[in-house]
């Protein structure tokens, strides 16, 4: 079965650098989102992303996150100057149709130091 | 604000028993998911329900949606150890933002 696949599986970082996280979306998927998960708190929605344009974002998306699909296949989250509250598992994720269910990735734990 | 609300957070059932978590949604919507987390692990969806009265079965496990209420339940029968898990239900909005709820931790003991 088609799997969303993300990397890498853990991301260590000094505090103030740039971080890139990546994800391969199920291939004849549409949509697109990025969500967080501090360690044992709920899934935070962060942005959606569809036809290649943002879609939604919520109030922790702020200017020092951005998303890219720059080819037909990677999906990316970019965090331009990370700080100590960033450090948490986040999780890409697709869908086909709006009213489906969406294909989580096994996420990328990111840790800041 | 889309606020999503479920409880109980945690549940500790006997192998055997039956139980419900509840999931509570602020605004009209008529999609709602429902997906299980396993510790250190991603999340697996469960059911989708699209519309008022919707309801699925898995095994053990039944999940229903009132939208008139703005409420969905997820019915555990006869509980076993293999179903302890967090779960979650979230609610989306037509711009597809998804809202989770907080999570129920369920332990199921022998």
């Known amino acids: 079965e088609p799997e969303v696949t993300q990397t890498p599986s853990h991301q260590v970082t000094q505090m103030g650098q740039e971080v890139i996280l990546r994800c391969v979306p199920i291939s004849n998927h549409l949509y697109f989102y990025w969500y967080r998960q501090i360690l044992g708190q709920k899934v935070e929605f962060l942005v959606s992303?569809?036809?290649?344009?943002?879609?939604?974002k919520s109030e922790i998306f702020d200017d020092q996150f951005s998303v890219e699909r720059p080819d037909g296949s990677n999906f990316t989250l970019k965090i331009r100057s990370t700080k100590l509250e960033d450090s948490a598992m986040y999780f890409c994720?697709?869908?086909?149709?709006?009213?489906?269910?969406?294909?989580f990735g096994d996420g990328t734990r990111l840790s800041i130091l | 604000e889309l606020k999503v609300e479920q409880n109980p957070l945690f549940l500790s059932m006997q192998e055997g028993k039956n139980y419900t978590i509840y999931c509570n949604y602020s605004t009209t919507s008529d999609r709602l998911y429902w997906y299980r987390q396993d510790p250190g692990k991603s999340l697996e969806s469960l059911f989708v329900l699209l519309s008022n009265g919707a309801v699925k079965q898995e095994g053990r496990l039944m999940a229903s949606l009132d939208t008139k209420a703005r409420l969905s339940t997820l019915h555990i029968t006869a509980a076993v150890h293999d179903l302890s898990a967090t779960y979650f239900c979230?609610?989306?909005?037509?711009?597809?933002?998804?809202?989770f709820g907080d999570g129920t931790t369920l332990t199921v003991k022998p």
């Open positions: 979230a609610v989306d909005t037509n711009a597809g933002k998804s809202t």
């Open positions: 992303f569809y036809n290649n344009e943002i879609s939604e």
């Open positions: 994720a697709s869908r086909k149709k709006g009213n489906q269910p969406q294909h």
